[in-house]
């Protein structure tokens, strides 16, 4: 039997672990394969239109191609197209279970939600709650390794990526994924301060470019604040309420709790100078009017569309940008 339970975006996963399974992010396996932009042309061949995300296309082939045969849809709190990507990979034997954070992000409605995710997985809150003491224990090292990374300095915002955002899922494995971090931590022991020049912000969802922290540090900025990764693994969330985690966690909700949530960070982190990301053909594009109106910081919004290097033009760009903020 398959174990593994494909995820669209972050869900609540101790539900999943409580169940004995393993979750796996499908926004993870697709973007880390080695032929990411082959999954893209094969949703496209099936009938997926150009206009459609990236992402969505590359989520629809793997599961197709690598499985698991159920995912858990957000349809709530994400991606609009997930809704059609799952009625469509439905007619082709796969288990859709949707799961949707609440527009009015109340209490009730999320308990209701998260409840009926319960249900489908046939799991109590004894067992969900043990797990999130497990899985507690990870974050609370994910929240070391990030202060190292604006505070200490000796880890790069590539790791800090990697490792947040990998927390949507835990790799299927909370134990060698938490024997990692230890590997890492210890290993910071030993390193030198990294050079401290431009220090950026980057807010949005994880980029598609496959080299985009390598681009950064080239031209001598380094990202010490990943906005939506450092949500994947529930920061300072210091609570037993597996509900008000999952309230706190500001991602799914309106745009306000991102900004108060950035602005925090920002201070906290000593940040020149904000790249917000966005996916082509994504509504979260639209943010963009509101972050630059709200933050007081100089942005740079980039667009990427299919996985890839940066291209010339972006890289020139983020050149540019950076060295505007070495001359402020």
Not at 26 to 51: D, K, M, W
Not at 145 to 171: A, K, M, Q
Not at 217 to 236: D, H, I, T
Not at 245 to 254: A, D, G, N
Request: glycine share 6%.
């Amino acid at each position: 039997m398959d174990k593994r339970v494909g995820i669209t975006t972050t869900i609540p996963v101790e539900i999943i672990y409580a169940a004995g399974l393993k979750p796996v992010d499908l926004n993870n396996i697709f973007i880390t394969s080695s032929t990411p932009g082959e999954y893209v042309q094969q949703a496209e061949i099936t009938g997926f239109a150009r206009s459609t995300c990236a992402w969505i296309k590359g989520i629809y082939s793997v599961v197709l191609h690598q499985g698991p045969k159920r995912i858990v849809a957000v349809t709530g709190g994400d991606c609009s197209n997930t809704i059609a990507m799952g009625e469509v990979l439905e007619t082709r034997g796969v288990e859709v279970i949707p799961f949707e954070y609440p527009k009015d992000r109340s209490h009730e409605s999320l308990l209701k939600a998260v409840e009926n995710l319960m249900a489908r997985f046939k799991v109590s809150w004894e067992e969900v709650n043990r797990t999130k003491e497990r899985l507690d224990r990870i974050r609370e090292k994910l929240r070391e390794l990030d202060r190292y990374t604006y505070e200490s300095n000796v880890i790069s915002g590539l790791e800090n990526h990697l490792f947040l955002v990998s927390s949507s899922d835990f790799w299927g494995d909370p134990e060698a994924f938490e024997a990692k971090i230890d590997e890492l931590l210890a290993e910071t022991n030993k390193r030198p301060s990294l050079a401290d020049g431009i220090r950026l912000g980057f807010l949005g969802v994880p980029p598609i470019f496959t080299d985009f922290y390598e681009v950064i540090e080239q031209k001598g900025a380094r990202v010490v604040f990943n906005e939506v990764q450092r949500q994947f693994s529930m920061p300072l969330f210091d609570t037993e309420d597996l509900i008000g985690q999952y309230l706190s966690y500001t991602y799914p909700y309106e745009v306000r709790a991102r900004i108060d949530d950035i602005r925090k960070e920002v201070d906290k982190r000593n940040i020149h100078g904000l790249i917000h990301y966005t996916q082509t053909f994504c509504h979260r594009q639209i943010y963009d009017i509101i972050l630059r109106e709200e933050l007081g910081l100089p942005i740079l919004t980039l667009e990427g569309d299919r996985p890839g290097k940066v291209d010339t033009r972006t890289a020139l760009r983020i050149e540019t940008f950076i060295e505007m903020l070495r001359g402020v």
